[in-house]
């Protein structure tokens, strides 16, 4: 079981990436994104549940949109108005099963391995 995350870079203020988080090895219930800033702990960004529901932190809210294409195995993290204060290392992660909290990481059963996001001013 591998998740494999890309799609990460340099962007300026203002600008747009969309993350991708391709699923190998078995389908997944629940998807989430999680970053870590520098100097900061690992934080909860947004969860696609089941593709039924979708839940973002605050931060976010209105800026970025999670979906998954259940074809391809696949999560999208779309992000636009980036801020300075999006700069992290963004983490995919999935479920088995859908239960648990959703914004907690522990709960999640795999992790991609990380794509740096760094947006200037």
């Known amino acids: 079981v591998q998740l494999q995350a890309s799609g990460g870079g340099l962007v300026q203020a203002g600008g747009s990436l969309r993350l991708s988080c391709a699923a190998s090895?078995?389908?997944?219930?629940?998807m989430g994104w999680f970053r870590r800033s520098p100097g900061k702990e690992r934080e909860f960004v947004a969860a696609?549940?089941?593709?039924?529901?979708?839940y973002y932190a605050d931060s976010v809210k209105g800026r970025f949109t999670i979906s998954r294409d259940n074809g391809k195995n696949t999560g999208y993290l779309q992000m636009n108005s980036l801020k300075p204060e999006d700069t992290a290392v963004y983490y995919c992660a999935a479920k088995i099963y859908s239960s648990g909290s959703f914004s907690y990481g522990g709960n999640y059963d795999f992790w991609g391995q990380g794509t740096l996001v760094t947006v200037s001013s």
């Open positions: 090895g078995r389908t997944f219930t629940d």
């Open positions: 696609d549940r089941w593709s039924s529901a979708t």
